[in-house]
């Protein structure tokens, strides 16, 4: 994949229908996601729990674009290689998961995926200074990580800039997950961040049976971010 910063957007299957994965990630796809992201729970970094590695494995043919797979788990390492072995584009560890996030990017680096670091809302952006030239995206989550549907936490905003400042010109993705809607898209395109994770905002009014709200949606929240930008 060519690194540019234009805007993509990347539905979380966490808002899909939990029986129909193939189905819901084609239609995603077709109605224009950019990315396919998987939210990876294990219901002791968050208070949720979602996929294995076998159910990871399982959406991989059925995505045709990007999978964006970010891992909310204590510890990771142990199970890095089995989800690059599931068929993860980009692998996502948090900062705050372990005492070595260092060691973990270098561990997703060797399996020859690409690398994400993920700072929780009370993390402060400084603490990625010294692992910028490990990683290939910077993830600012916007509300604390476990569930769909939550608030949007605004300093996250000032975070994006931040860490854009930091990145210079690396070519490093931001990323921002947790309440992203065409209402708070624009300020964070306008901070510096290229990539949108949306839950409820893309899966919301559609189905399986009915995806074009999906494309609806998608296109909102592109047209949002693009037009903070002046494009
Ligand atoms: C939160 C997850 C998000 C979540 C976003 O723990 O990492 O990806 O699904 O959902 P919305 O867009 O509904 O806030
Ligand atoms: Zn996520």
């Given at each position: 994949m060519s690194f540019n910063r234009s805007i993509k957007i990347a539905p979380s299957i966490l808002s899909a229908d939990f029986a129909d994965f193939g189905r819901e990630i084609q239609a995603i796809e077709a109605e224009g996601a950019d990315w396919v992201h998987v939210d990876v729970m294990d219901g002791h970094f968050v208070p949720n729990l979602t996929f294995g590695p076998p159910a990871v494995k399982a959406f991989r043919p059925h995505v045709k674009t990007f999978m964006d797979v970010h891992l909310m788990i204590a510890p990771v390492d142990p199970y890095i290689e089995a989800y690059a072995e599931a068929g993860a584009d980009m692998i996502t560890a948090h900062?705050?998961?372990?005492?070595h996030i260092h060691r973990t990017l270098q561990a997703i680096k060797a399996t020859g995926k690409m690398a994400g670091v993920s700072l929780n809302p009370?993390?402060?952006?400084?603490?990625i200074e010294y692992l910028l030239d490990l990683v290939d995206m910077v993830l600012v989550m916007s509300v604390n990580p476990g569930f769909g549907g939550q608030k949007f936490i605004p300093s996250a905003v000032d975070k994006v800039a931040k860490v854009r400042e930091m990145i210079g010109d690396r070519e490093i993705h931001i990323q921002v997950d947790g309440g992203v809607d065409p209402n708070t898209v624009g300020a964070l395109a306008k901070a510096g961040a290229d990539c949108f994770v949306a839950g409820s905002a893309v899966f919301?009014?559609?189905?399986?049976?009915?995806?074009a709200p999906y494309g609806e949606n998608i296109r909102a929240i592109r047209s949002a971010a693009e037009k903070a930008l002046g494009e």
């Open positions: 900062l705050e998961a372990g005492p009370g993390t402060p952006p400084e603490s919301r009014g559609g189905s399986v049976g009915n995806p």
